[in-house]
T-cell receptor, first 113, second 117 residues
Framework: GQQLNQSPQSMFIQEGEDVSMNCTSS?????WLWYKQDPGEGPVLLIA?????ELTSNGRLTAQFGITRKDSFLNISASIPSDVGIYFC?????????????FGQGTILTVHP | EAGVAQSPRYKIIEKRQSVAFWCNPI?????LYWYQQILGQGPKLLIQ????????DSQLPKDRFSAERLKGVDSTLKIQPAKLEDSAVYLC???????????????FGPGTRLLVL
């Protein structure tokens, strides 16, 4: 089946630092999504990317949909303590047909004040 | 706008017992998903409904798992009998439809944490 390789698995950073994480796949996806999951909660959508090459920002977050449609990255600038959590990339196949969301393994982010 | 509701939030059972989870999607969302999230992993899709019909249950262990969405709104996921390896968080998600990528955006509930002893 389809697999997404997300890296790094975990990051320990100081408040104010920038963060970068990425996701690669051997399969092509039509949509790339980035979610954040806090302890005891479900994933919350941060950014959605719909076109190859697309670069999208949401506040301090920036994500890009790779040209090959097999990869994506997420950057967080000037990290703050509330950025702590698990970040998941997800790829959506199908587009206008039966969309199936495949998740990466997650990146655990710890921010030290 | 109310989000996806799930209950119970936590459940502890012994192996070979049965358990059921309930999900109420966002109002107006036609598509409903059940995911299993094992500790340290990303969610894995178990089953997808479009209204009250199943469109993908290829990863549902049908010998012990079942799900229904009889009236096209609420859904229940059942495990009978439970095994130790079923310990996980069961997430429900919903989306408006599957007609285009934007409308397919999935919104997740808080999940039910199941521990099988």
């Amino acid at each position: 089946g389809q697999q997404l390789n997300q890296s790094p698995q975990s990051m320990f950073i100081q408040e104010g630092e920038d963060v970068s994480m990425n996701c690669t796949s051997s399969s092509i996806f039509n949509t790339w999504l980035w979610y954040k999951q806090d302890p005891g909660e479900g994933p919350v959508l941060l950014i959605a990317l719909y076109k190859a090459g697309e670069l999208t920002s949401n506040g301090r977050l920036t994500a890009q949909f790779g040209i090959t449609r097999k990869d994506s990255f997420l950057n967080i600038s000037a990290s703050i303590p509330s950025d702590v959590g698990i970040y998941f990339c997800a790829g959506l196949t199908g587009g206008t047909s039966y969309g199936k969301l495949t998740f990466g393994q997650g990146t655990i982010l710890t921010v030290h004040p | 706008e109310a989000g996806v509701a799930q209950s119970p939030r936590y459940k502890i059972i012994e192996k070979r017992q049965s358990v059921a989870f309930w999900c109420n999607p966002i109002s107006g969302h036609a598509t409903l998903y059940w995911y299993q999230q094992i500790l340290g992993q990303g969610p894995k899709l178990l089953i997808q409904f479009q209204n009250n019909g199943v469109v993908d249950d290829s990863q549902l262990p049908k010998d012990r798992f079942s799900a229904e969405r009889l009236k096209g709104v609420d859904s229940t996921l059942k495990i009978q009998p439970a095994k130790l390896e079923d310990s996980a968080v069961y997430l429900c998600a919903s989306s408006f439809s599957r007609s285009d990528p934007i409308q397919e955006t999935q919104y997740f509930g808080p999940g039910t944490r199941l521990l099988v002893l």
